[in-house]
């Protein structure tokens, strides 16, 4: 009985991180980040200021953002099977580089990103943000940013 329970969302995460790799390939070293993949943050979502205020954030390259984002945003999904498979310790590292890459993030996804992040961390302890489409509504921005600037 708890194994289906678990299964369901775990089979989500599984879909979603699929998806997310499929958009992660790194542009040409010259070409520009586009900014018509831009949304608007909710109002709950709260991001840092990046350190730089380059086109790809903190991040040297756009090979180097496009990569880090769209691993995190893959690991996001699978942070239930962390938990449950993993350490108390491990978990809080998945959890910092989340919340580390949400900060470095270029400003056209920073908000995308943190929300994304919050919602997957928030799923830990709630297993409907997964069954309910919460994550995957939060990852679809993020997954849109990546297609046009990395794919």
Do not use: H, Y
Not at 33 to 62: E, L, N, R, V, Y
Not at 111 to 124: M, P
């Amino acid at each position: 009985m708890i194994l289906k329970n678990v299964a369901r969302p775990l089979t989500v995460s599984a879909l979603l991180a699929a998806l997310a790799l499929t958009a992660c390939s790194a542009p040409e070293a010259g070409s520009a980040p586009s900014s018509a993949a831009a949304s608007p943050a909710p109002s709950s979502a709260t991001a840092s200021p990046s350190k730089s205020s380059g086109p790809w954030g903190d991040f040297a390259t756009a090979a180097e953002a496009c990569t880090t984002i769209s691993e995190q945003a893959t690991g996001s999904t699978l942070l239930p099977l962390s938990a449950a498979k993993g350490s108390a310790a491990e978990l809080e590292q998945t959890k910092a580089e989340l919340t580390r890459t949400a900060e470095r993030a270029p400003d056209s996804v920073k908000a995308d990103f943190t929300t994304l992040s919050q919602v997957a961390i928030a799923g830990i302890k709630d297993q409907t943000v997964f069954s309910s489409g919460k994550l995957q509504d939060a990852m679809a921005p993020v997954q849109t940013w990546l297609a046009t600037n990395c794919g």
